[in-house]
């Protein structure tokens, strides 16, 4: 089955430490995003990459960090300096340029919460 | 910068009644979609909008673009209980900005027996 998994599906963070959140897919999409949904609110972008060894910053990169090695994975570094982490962080993926099939399918997300 | 906005924000509707969403956004965008979560779940894939006077329709629920009013509705008929959740519109800022989206902060829709 094609799609977008992510894991931990929970994951506390204590003070002071990076957490690294992974995201996995398996429908050979280009593009790879990670929002954050903070609860009541919708999503905002942090950071998205558009093809493998690139990434851009989103709206809210502070304090976060990713890598793009291989064309399937895109994970998230939490990293000590973002002061406010407890969210919900979700994954998504798509092949621009596609037309109907260009829609940003996500991943089942994964919950920081912070000790 | 890109605002999108959505109203209502909380919807509360009884079965059987018909109610409409609306999505507004601030600058050029051929690209819409609307997403469905329910409560501690991730984004499901509604609708793609791909041009202007573009309608879907998919059981109970029907969206429509219109890019030179930069509005998108999310109409509901005969509302069931089932389609209680919440529904975000996001627009695509296109590949200038790698494709990503900026989201409305959401419609809670809860469809009252």
């Known amino acids: 089955d094609g799609g977008i998994t992510q894991s931990p599906k929970y994951l506390f963070r204590k003070e002071g430490q990076n957490v690294t959140l992974s995201c996995e897919q398996n429908?050979?999409?280009?593009?790879m995003y990670w929002y954050r949904q903070d609860p009541g609110q919708g999503l905002r972008l942090i950071y998205y990459?558009?093809?493998?060894?690139?990434?851009q910053k989103g709206d809210i990169a502070e304090g976060y960090s990713v890598s793009r090695e291989k064309k399937e994975s895109f994970p998230l570094t939490v990293t000590s300096a973002q002061k406010n982490p407890t969210a919900f962080y979700l994954c998504?993926?798509?092949?621009?340029?596609?037309?109907?099939?260009?829609?940003?399918?996500f991943g089942p997300g994964t919950r920081l919460l912070v000790l | 910068e890109l605002k999108v906005e959505q109203n209502p924000l909380f919807l509360s509707m009884q079965e059987g009644k018909n109610y409409t969403i609306y999505c507004n956004y601030s600058?050029?965008?051929?690209?819409l979609y609307w997403y469905r979560q329910d409560p501690g779940k991730s984004l499901e894939s509604l609708f793609v909008?791909?041009?202007?006077?573009a309608v879907k329709q998919e059981g109970r629920l029907m969206a429509s673009l219109d890019t030179k009013a930069r509005l998108s509705t999310l109409h509901i008929t005969a509302a069931v209980h089932d389609l209680s959740a919440t529904y975000f519109c996001?627009?695509?800022?296109?590949?200038?900005?790698?494709?990503?989206?900026?989201f409305g902060a959401g419609t809670i829709l809860r469809v009252k027996s």
């Open positions: 998504a993926s798509s092949t621009p340029g596609q037309g109907l099939r260009e829609t940003q399918y």
């Open positions: 429908l050979n999409h280009d593009a």
């Open positions: 990459s558009q093809i493998v060894n690139d990434f």
């Open positions: 600058t050029t965008s051929d690209r």
């Open positions: 909008l791909l041009s202007n006077g």
């Open positions: 996001a627009v695509d800022m296109g590949a200038e900005y790698g494709n990503k989206l900026v």
